[in-house]
């Protein structure tokens, strides 16, 4: 017997073939509908939406609309999230966006009918009965998943299938439809529509930078651990450094909310920068490979042999870099004042714009974020 959804369901699984039938079926213009109140309304729960996954809680309790809602609208304001997205050329809101509507769909797919949660993990290529899958596929499934249960070595494998329990496969279910709804994005999104979407877009980017900015404030060098500020000073003294303090580094200060052309700009005294290399890592670090990373915590920074500690670290016990930030520039106030004090703050770290090396190469770093912006709206 055939699966079926009606029009309410779909609303909670909008990536479905079914629910993009379901609009295509009403042959929507999106220019034309913008123009409509009905169409602003829809644009503005789409902002909305974006705005609830740059929250830190989810809350999905009353999310599959409210009694009277077009369930086509619905499914729309969906759409209308992702193109907004993909006009704002700002990775990590796209990496939230599909963290919140996997999040979403396993948050209705605990509660779903067995037939129905069965019908929309093959319709994904996972098959939840079967306790096990083929290790390539396996592999490429959980590359972005870092708890050590998912690694290989841990795994019992067998003829070339690696054993999944029933939990397993719903957790691989969920990570399964971030992945594919990361691939898709960014969208090809005509500039008649982006500049309609141009005050909603701003305003999520926005709403972005200030949830950076409450939770870290501005960026400010002297709040930085000991173990970046080392890492910063061999850079800057032209030393070469192992992948796991660029890595940490790149991660730290992304999470704190610099920009890519930021980041690479630390790494110009590098002996062996390389523009194209260096906007690579940090592009894929910060989230462009379809995984946001965070800095290694201390007691990984003391495994990689980065661990720098000072009186802070020890009297506060300090069990993780950002932790460490926090708490100094709490204590020294410079939540909202932090760039005015950057380069006093830290004088073993000088700033990367002071080095005429990479007013040299900025030109260059701009026109790299812009074409590989270019090239991620052309896929």
């Known amino acids: 017997m055939p699966i079926e959804f009606d029009k309410k369901e779909l609303v909670k699984y909008p990536f479905l073939k079914e629910a993009h039938s379901l609009v295509s079926q009403k042959a929507y213009s999106l220019t034309n509908l913008l123009e409509l109140e009905s169409g602003k309304r829809l644009a503005q729960k789409a902002r909305d939406r974006i705005k609830a996954a740059l929250n830190a809680d989810y809350v999905f309790d009353n999310v599959t609309g409210a009694s009277g809602e077009i369930p086509e609208h619905e ?15 700002e990775r990590p809101v796209i990496d939230k966006l599909c963290r919140y509507e996997s999040e979403r769909a396993a948050y209705f797919l605990q509660r779903e009918e067995p037939e129905k949660k069965e019908y929309i993990a093959r319709s994904l290529g996972i098959n939840l009965r079967s306790g096990e899958m083929k290790v390539n596929e396996y592999v490429e499934l959980v590359r972005d998943l870092h708890d050590s249960k998912w690694q290989l070595v841990n795994r019992d494998v067998n003829a070339g299938n690696v054993a999944v329990s029933r939990d397993e496969a719903e957790e691989l279910l969920k990570e399964r439809i971030r992945s594919m709804l990361h691939s898709q994005l960014p969208l090809p999104v005509p500039e008649e529509i982006k500049e309609k979407f141009k005050p909603l877009s701003e305003e999520v980017s926005a709403v972005y930078k200030e949830r950076v900015m409450e939770q870290f404030g501005e960026v400010d060098e002297g709040a930085f651990p000991p173990c970046m500020k080392a890492i910063i000073s061999s850079v800057t003294d032209g030393t070469n450094i192992p992948h796991t303090a660029r890595f940490s580094l790149t991660a730290f200060m992304h999470t704190i909310g610099m920009d890519i052309s930021g980041i690479v700009g630390v790494f110009t005294r590098a002996p062996d920068f390389n523009v194209d290399m260096t ?28 661990c720098c500690q000072d009186a802070i670290c020890k009297s506060k016990k300090i069990q993780h870099p950002l932790s460490y930030y926090k708490y100094k520039k709490k204590v ?48």
Do not use: F
């Open 75 to 89: 499914i729309l304001s969906y759409a209308i999230a992702r193109m907004i997205v993909s006009c704002m050329n």
């Open 279 to 306: 906007m690579y890592q940090v592009d894929h670090i910060s989230g462009g490979g379809g995984t946001e990373y965070t800095p290694p915590q201390c007691v990984t920074m003391k495994t990689y042999g980065l």
């Open 332 to 379: 020294t106030g410079n939540n909202a004042a932090g760039a005015s004090s950057k380069s006093a703050s830290a004088p073993q770290s000088e700033s990367p714009s002071a080095h005429p090396k990479s007013d040299r190469i900025g030109a260059r770093i701009d026109a790299k974020e812009r074409e590989r912006a270019a090239k991620r709206t052309d896929n």
